[in-house]
């Protein structure tokens, strides 16, 4: 049992730098999980020496090592998220009529993984393998919205991009939006990625309560009245929340 705190602190560790935008100082490691800076250093170095992190001496930085990439690898041809995901998005096609999409974040974008549509649909920017800003996202923004602070200003150094001439300007803009988000259970986007679109995200989470992944319907605007949102978000919510079952994990 003395082993598992550590296999922890290794796992945290390697879900901070996934997260992350780039490569991170050990102090800000050390910092963003509370962790003594002496037992950081420690930890990162045995991790260097079976190659899941890799220093580089010109940043004084740590970032991913190939061993993390083998392992994201393997992950991508077992595809365990988009198996269990896709029979759900099936189902929320069927009840809403909507696109359905399930999306992850990747550093400080969404990766859509999987598409399900009815007949008739839209045209989406959003298709499989595409990465958007995920502060424009409304998968993005429930995915966002229950990570650590430190996590989110790690993510979002710099300034910040738009599409369409909307969207958050500034990190306290972001946070105060996610944090509205996180309070109403569902996050949205109207017109950040494609005018004339709009999208409703609810989050899924693994067993330690991370964000995982996200589950997102998009419909016209003018086919769905705004104060129909919340009964569409309640569909959104449900289907997020049986896949945080079928991954065995728990929420917040």
Same mark, same amino acid.
């Given at each position: 049992?003395?082993?598992?705190?550590?296999?922890? !602190?290794?796992? %945290?560790? +390697?879900?901070?730098?996934? &997260?992350?935008?780039? /490569?991170?100082?050990?102090? @800000?490691?050390? =910092? $963003?999980?509370?962790?003594?800076?002496?037992?950081?250093?420690?930890?990162?170095?045995?991790?260097?020496?079976?190659?899941?992190?890799?220093?580089?001496?010109?940043?004084?930085?740590?970032?991913?090592?190939?061993?993390?990439?083998?392992?994201?690898?393997?992950?991508?041809?077992?595809?365990?998220?988009?198996?269990?995901?896709?029979?759900?998005?099936?189902?929320?096609?069927?009840?809403?009529?909507?696109?359905?999409?399930?999306?992850?974040?990747?550093?400080?974008?969404?990766?859509?993984?999987?598409?399900?549509?009815? !007949?008739?649909? %839209?045209? +989406?920017?959003?298709?499989? &393998?595409?990465?958007? /800003?995920?502060?424009?996202? @409304?998968?993005? =923004? $429930?995915?966002?919205?229950?990570?650590?602070?430190?996590?989110?200003?790690?993510?979002?150094?710099?300034?910040?991009?738009?599409?369409?001439?909307?969207?958050?300007?500034?990190?306290?803009?972001?946070?105060?939006?996610?944090?509205?988000?996180?309070?109403?259970?569902?996050?949205?986007?109207?017109?950040?990625?494609?005018?004339?679109?709009?999208?409703?995200?609810?989050?899924?989470?693994?067993?330690?309560?991370?964000?995982?992944?996200?589950?997102?319907?998009?419909?016209?605007?003018?086919?769905?009245?705004?104060?129909?949102?919340?009964?569409?978000?309640?569909?959104?919510?449900?289907?997020?929340?049986?896949?945080?079952?079928?991954?065995?994990?728990?929420?917040?």
């Amino acid at each position: 049992m003395s082993q598992v705190p550590a296999a922890r !602190r290794t796992l %945290a560790v +390697l879900r901070l730098l996934a &997260g992350s935008a780039g /490569p991170l100082p050990a102090s @800000a490691i050390a =910092r $963003s999980l509370d962790l003594p800076r002496s037992s950081t250093y420690h930890l990162l170095a045995a991790m260097a020496e079976d190659g899941f992190v890799s220093y580089l001496p010109e940043e004084r930085r740590w970032g991913l090592g190939v061993a993390a990439f083998e392992i994201g690898s393997a992950y991508l041809r077992h595809g365990p998220l988009e198996r269990l995901a896709r029979p759900l998005l099936r189902r929320l096609v069927d009840r809403t009529g909507e696109i359905a999409q399930l999306g992850i974040l990747h550093g400080a974008e969404t990766l859509y993984l999987l598409k399900e549509q009815p !007949r008739r649909h %839209a045209t +989406l920017v959003t298709d499989v &393998g595409v990465r958007m /800003p995920a502060q424009l996202t @409304a998968s993005g =923004r $429930s995915m966002l919205a229950h990570l650590p602070a430190a996590q989110v200003r790690a993510l979002f150094p710099g300034p910040f991009v738009d599409r369409t001439g909307y969207g958050p300007a500034s990190l306290r803009e972001l946070r105060r939006e996610l944090a509205a988000e996180a309070r109403r259970g569902w996050s949205t986007e109207d017109g950040l990625v494609t005018e004339g679109l709009a999208s409703i995200a609810a989050c899924s989470f693994d067993h330690t309560r991370h964000p995982t992944a996200a589950i997102t319907v998009t419909f016209r605007r003018e086919s769905r009245p705004e104060e129909g949102w919340p009964a569409l978000a309640e569909s959104v919510r449900a289907t997020a929340a049986d896949l945080t079952a079928r991954l065995g994990g728990r929420v917040p």
